[in-house]
């Protein structure tokens, strides 16, 4: 294997892609060649891991959706308010945007206006240790209010209740999206409860 290949992937968990060889200057190839070699796993188009170490379903998932951002029950976990890993992945994607592949991956995808779609982004680190798009906590919170689709009652529960507990946790935010999303009253009553 490349020295250069096997540094990156070192620093990197354990994974590459054909876009961090064309950075490092070597060319994409190289990592087919690994691949049919047994010394690299495709995992997903462009996307290699070694394969002596767990990969990372949701930094691939990323990778192959990048439009797209972990939403509800996924982003609870991702921000470790909820206990369970949902079996199913949900992404937020722009209205229009449809990729053909998403069918043949475990993901819930939903689309919205592309104001609503770019509204609370941030990064934090999967359970693989890469770093993946999802919405911050009072983002969340009100997408699993909303009427259409909403998380189940036990999920909500322990999702409000670890928000409560959070040293840092910004009102003034999870108010303006409870307005803006058209979930205040349900906010508050949760909120009134617990705060």
């Not at 199913?88 to 475990?106: A, T, V």
């Not at 999206?177 to 979930?183: P, R």
Request: charged fraction near 30%; charge should be positive.
């Amino acid at each position: 294997m490349s020295d250069l290949i096997e540094s990156f992937m070192k620093q990197n968990n354990g994974q590459v892609t054909t876009a961090d060889a064309r950075k490092l200057g070597v060319n994409p190839h190289l990592l087919i060649d690994l691949a049919n070699r047994g010394k690299l796993e495709r995992v997903g188009r462009g996307v290699y891991i070694d394969p002596a170490i767990f990969e990372d379903d949701m930094y691939i998932l990323q990778y192959r959706f990048s439009k797209g951002v972990y939403c509800k029950d996924t982003a609870l976990f991702l921000h470790h308010m909820i206990d369970r890993t949902p079996d199913r992945y949900q992404m937020n994607f722009p209205r229009g945007y449809n990729p053909s592949s998403i069918g043949e991956f475990p993901v819930r995808a939903y689309r919205q206006k592309s104001e609503w779609h770019e509204l609370g982004i941030e990064e934090v680190l999967s359970p693989g240790q890469h770093k993946v798009r999802v919405y911050n906590v009072e983002r969340t919170l009100c997408d699993i209010l909303r009427t259409r689709d909403s998380s189940d009652s036990e999920t909500i529960r322990q999702a409000m209740l670890s928000y409560s507990q959070l040293k840092q946790k910004d009102i003034g935010r999870l108010v303006r999206y409870a307005n803006l999303f058209k979930v205040r009253e349900k906010i508050n009553n949760y909120m009134e409860v617990l705060l």
